[in-house]
């Protein structure tokens, strides 16, 4: 199978996984105090942002373009009811951003709903919004979020990134778990998920391209699969990505026949909503990087 071929089937078979089990994104009517009322509602806003890229790619063929359009109606109306569960959330929660971190990819793809971005809007104006106290990745990831809503960004974007693990560029030897992921969305959202790679500081640009082949060499010796995947994404965004052949193929190999993509290692055991929680969130990775490095490979094909 040759790299392209492998990349493209990586996302394909991810898909079909993702709509096969889309009801494993319903939300809970009475969830768990200790679980929160919000926390379930983060698959779905991670789902319509891979749906976005792989829409914007424009390289996904034509019935996995029509699955991943069918997958996300399905999500808007039954599990979100067409956005009044992201509303009744937002005013449960009134200084919650995750109503809105949902909504913006839902939005920017067609779907609307107008009472929660009022309700964003109003309490966007209070003090409170803006003092919510969260990691500064976060925080960067919010005022991206906040300027794709058409809000102004409650804390300036260059102050949030010259907080981050990346923007110092520390000792590369000292990434491991949540680090890395640290690096991964500092990239994600410095560059609109893939979409403006040019935006990555050039500084950055030339750590990461430094360093990122080490660190896909490590996570792909670990099998850390889901961690790998975002790397990969990482390297799509990079002036000149390496689309590297060894972490893609150790990538394949780990997603199962139906899609299926493990967090680490093999597949976990367990009853299906439990399998669902832990490899949902790998399998959207593995679509994304494969939107990612497909159109990055067919672009390199075109002359200059």
Avoid at 116 to 121: D, K, N
Avoid at 122 to 132: G, I, K, Q, T, Y
Avoid at 197 to 207: F, G, N, V
Wanted: charged share 25%.
């Amino acid at each position: 199978m040759s790299g392209m071929q492998q990349i493209h089937t990586v996302g394909a078979k991810a898909v079909d996984w993702l709509y096969a089990h889309r009801d494993g994104f319903r939300l809970e009517d009475d969830p768990p105090p200790e679980a929160g009322m919000l926390d379930r509602f983060k698959p779905l806003g991670e789902l319509a942002l891979i749906g976005k890229v792989i829409f914007r790619e424009g390289v996904a063929g034509s019935q996995q373009a029509a699955l991943a359009r069918k997958l996300l109606d399905h999500c808007w109306h039954e599990h979100l009811e067409s956005g009044r569960r992201l509303t009744d959330g937002q005013r449960r929660e009134p200084m919650s951003p995750v109503p809105m971190e949902v909504y913006v990819p839902f939005k920017e793809l067609g779907y609307r709903e107008p009472d929660l971005e009022a309700a964003v809007r109003l309490n966007h104006r209070l003090e409170s919004w803006a003092r919510l106290e969260v990691l500064p990745v976060r925080r960067l990831g919010l005022a991206a979020t906040e300027r794709r809503f058409g809000l102004s960004p409650s804390v300036d974007p260059a102050t949030a990134l010259s907080r981050t693990w990346l923007s110092a560029r520390p000792e590369p030897w000292t990434v491991e778990g949540h680090i890395g992921y640290d690096i991964t969305h500092t990239v994600f959202h410095l560059t609109d998920w893939g979409e403006s790679p040019e935006r990555l500081p050039a500084e950055i640009a030339d750590y990461l391209a430094l360093w990122l082949p080490v660190w896909l060499d490590d996570w792909l010796d670990l099998g850390r699969w889901d961690l790998l995947g975002e790397l990969l994404v990482v390297d799509a965004c990079l002036p000149e990505p390496t689309l590297d052949p060894a972490a893609w193929a150790g990538f394949a190999a780990a997603q199962q026949e139906d899609g299926a993509m493990p967090v680490t290692g093999g597949m976990p055991e367990g009853d299906p909503e439990t399998v669902f929680d832990l490899v949902y969130h790998p399998t959207l990775v593995a679509a994304f990087a494969s939107a990612l490095a497909l159109s990055r490979a067919m672009s390199d094909l075109a002359p200059a």
